[in-house]
């Protein structure tokens, strides 16, 4: 089965700090992506990469960056944190290229900002 | 942006009872996807139907797809306790985006 680990379940940062959030896959994924999930608001896409190196800005980028330097990673990352990016934050992958016809996703990083 | 709507919101019925979800979508797709999520986890892939496809099925899921409508729907058959989760919808685009619905949640009374 496939596996997307996700490197934290539960994280509280404070306002302004630098935020790391790790993702895993371990099925030679081409495709990564990253989400933030809010109550009645469903899935929205930060960030999502085809391959290494590579990046694709999503739905909502702003006051975050992502970075993959090799394909089973994609890692996302606060640059300065703020409390409006408390959220669920969930990695996925995607075998091949062009149609995302499966998801598989982390278990989810619920991002506390004080 | 969203383009999927799942409806109802919340849906709450007793063990053994079917349940219905249904989905709405604003574009064209190439397809439409099912996934649960269990309470803060991550999300599960259920089904995929193609547009081209009108029903699937999988165990006690069936899905329908219509088009013309621009509609599908999701039942549970024979539902339990386990499938207490939230059930999203989302549709691939002509770019391969997929977009995403908020979620339907759904209560099995024991």
């Known amino acids: 089965d496939v596996k997307v680990t996700q490197s934290s379940r539960y994280l509280v940062k404070r306002t302004g700090e630098k935020v790391f959030l790790e993702c895993v896959q371990d099925m030679d994924h081409e495709n990564m992506f990253w989400y933030r999930q809010d109550p009645g608001l469903g899935l929205r896409l930060i960030y999502f990469s085809y391959d290494v190196k590579m990046k694709e800005k999503g739905d909502i980028p702003e006051g975050y960056s992502v970075s993959r330097e090799k394909k089973e990673r994609f890692s996302l990352i606060l640059e300065s944190a703020s409390t409006n990016q408390t959220s669920m934050y969930l990695c996925?992958?995607?075998?091949?290229?062009?149609?995302?016809?499966?998801?598989?996703f982390g278990s989810g990083t619920q991002l506390s900002v004080l | 942006s969203q383009q999927g709507e799942e409806d109802p919101q919340a849906l709450s019925i007793q063990e053994g009872e079917n349940a219905t979800m249904n989905c709405s979508y604003k574009?064209?797709?190439?397809?439409l996807q099912w996934y649960r999520q269990n309470s803060g986890r991550g999300l599960v892939h259920l089904i995929l139907?193609?547009?081209n496809e009108r029903e699937k099925h999988s165990g006690r899921l069936r899905v329908t797809l219509d088009t013309s409508k621009k509609s599908s729907s999701l039942l549970i058959t024979a539902s339990r306790a386990a499938d207490t989760a939230s059930y999203f919808c989302?549709?691939?685009?002509?770019?391969?985006?997929?977009?995403w619905g908020a979620g339907t949640k759904l209560i099995i009374k024991p």
């Open positions: 989302a549709t691939e685009d002509s770019n391969y985006q997929l977009i």
């Open positions: 574009t064209s797709i190439n397809n």
């Open positions: 996925a992958s995607s075998p091949g290229t062009g149609p995302n016809e499966k998801l598989f």
């Open positions: 139907i193609r547009s």
